[in-house]
C-alpha cells in the first residue's frame, strides 16, 4: 500500500463549515492493502460517522468495509449486505453496512429505516451511495475505489472528509 497524496484543504473546509477537509489517496496493490486502508479509516472514526462508497462492481468496496471493522476493533465475518440490504456488526461501537445496489432512490431507504440507524450512534458504510447521495448528508466520508487501467489487482482509494 503506498499512500500518493494527503492533503488538508481550509478553504474547503470553509465551505462546508468544518475546521478542515481532509483528502487522502492511496494505491492499493492488494486485497489485503485494500483491507489495510479501511483499516486507517476505522481507527479516525467516531460514532455517528456516515461513509459513503463509490465503485465499481468487484472494485473492493465490502474488502475495505473488512479493515474499517478492523479499525473499529470488531471481530466479525464480514459479508456484502447485496440481499439482505444492511449487516450489523457490534463492537465498541457499532458498525452497520449498508449495500444500496437495489434501491431506486433515498425514499426506499427512510423506508428501511435509516434515520433509526443514525440515532443508534453507531457507524454507517455505505456501499452504491450514489443511489441515495442526497440522504447521506454533507459531513459523511467519501470513499471512492477505482480500479486501475492495465493492472486487475490495483486500485486507487481516495478517502475524503473527517
Known amino acids: 500500500m503506498a499512500i500518493i497524496s494527503t492533503k488538508t484543504l481550509n478553504h ?32 479516525r472514526l467516531g460514532a455517528g460517522s456516515v461513509v459513503a462508497l ?34 450489523e ?9 449498508f449495500d444500496m445496489y437495489r434501491l431506486s432512490g433515498p425514499d426506499e431507504l427512510f423506508d428501511i429505516g435509516w434515520e ?5 450512534g453507531g ?5 452504491w451511495s450514489e443511489n441515495v447521495a442526497s440522504a447521506l448528508g454533507d459531513d459523511c466520508v467519501k470513499v471512492t475505489i477505482e480500479k ?5 489487482s490495483l486500485r486507487e482509494i481516495t478517502i475524503e472528509g473527517l
Open 123 to 127: 457507524i454507517c458504510a455505505v456501499e
Open 89 to 97: 456488526y457490534d463492537g465498541p461501537v457499532p458498525l452497520f453496512h
Open 148 to 152: 486501475c487501467d492495465g493492472d486487475e
Open 116 to 120: 433509526d440507524y443514525l440515532r443508534r
Open 12 to 43: 474547503a473546509a470553509c465551505a462546508a463549515g468544518k475546521d478542515a477537509f481532509f483528502v487522502m489517496t492511496i494505491l492499493s496493490h492488494t486485497e489485503a492493502e485494500t483491507e489495510r486502508a479501511g483499516e486507517l479509516l476505522g481507527k
Open 54 to 87: 463509490f465503485g465499481d462492481v468487484g472494485a473492493g468496496k465490502t474488502v475495505f468495509v473488512r479493515g474499517l471493522t478492523h479499525g473499529l476493533g470488531i471481530h466479525a465475518r464480514v459479508t456484502s449486505p447485496t440481499f439482505s440490504i444492511v449487516n
